[in-house]
């Protein structure tokens, strides 16, 4: 439960080329996740976020030192939500559903982590994270399903844009969908296409698409 992107991979491995290019163009956002005040860390929300030749896995930074005086629950973001919120100044809360706040702007109440990103190059035979199944079809055929649980934490927009450049590189070799529509997807494209180049072009596929 909670506000979540979903991919699908068509292999169970991502050849070493492509992979690497995902990892180089990825690394270079990060001074600029910096910038927007998402602190980035491992896959288990402490030290640094792992880019390697054989696995990218990242977090929100779990010490983040935000304040925890808004509590938000389980927070998800309202229809026009956007941004990263500035901690100690804002309340982004703007409304509530059953779990917990709606919020304007990303924001924590004193922990930036939620679930790993978790994108190994190949993946681990049986690997729980990763099951077969394919969006359109009853059969998954071997493509490899995953998602990450953000709760529009400030790292959203890291998970988002990370996923830009897979569907950049992997084209129609990786489907992504998720909770949020076009519009929560609009700071990570702007990031993509200032920093790399492409983004603004980006779609989140849709079961009606026949992609
Ligand atoms: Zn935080």
Redesign the pocket.
């Known amino acids: 439960m909670g506000y979540t992107h979903y991919w699908y991979r068509k292999n169970k491995e991502v050849e070493v080329k492509s992979y690497e290019e995902i990892g180089s163009k990825f690394r270079a956002l990060l001074p600029h996740f910096e910038q927007l005040g998402v602190n980035l860390a491992g896959g288990n929300g402490k030290g640094e976020p792992e880019i390697s030749q054989t696995l990218i896995s990242f977090n929100?930074l779990e010490d983040?030192g935000?304040p925890s005086t808004h509590e938000l629950g389980i927070a998800w973001p309202s229809k026009n939500a956007n941004g990263v919120a500035k901690?100690w100044l804002e309340d982004v809360a703007s409304g509530s559903w059953h779990a917990g706040a709606t919020i304007d702007k990303r924001a924590?109440s004193?922990?930036?982590s939620h679930e790993t990103c978790w994108f190994p190059r190949v993946v681990p035979k049986d690997h729980s994270c990763y099951f077969d199944s394919h969006p359109t079809q009853e059969n998954g055929n071997g493509w490899q399903f995953n998602f990450c649980k953000t709760a529009y934490k400030?790292y959203d927009i890291a998970v988002t844009a990370f996923l830009i450049i897979t569907k950049h590189i992997l084209k129609k070799e990786i489907w992504i969908s998720s909770d949020g529509e076009t519009q929560h997807w609009a700071d990570g494209r702007i990031l993509c296409q200032k920093v790399l180049g492409f983004g603004v072009e980006f779609e989140l596929d849709r079961r009606d698409s026949n992609k």
Do not use: A, I
Request: charged share 10%.
């Open positions: 929100g983040c935000h901690p924590c004193g922990d930036c400030p």
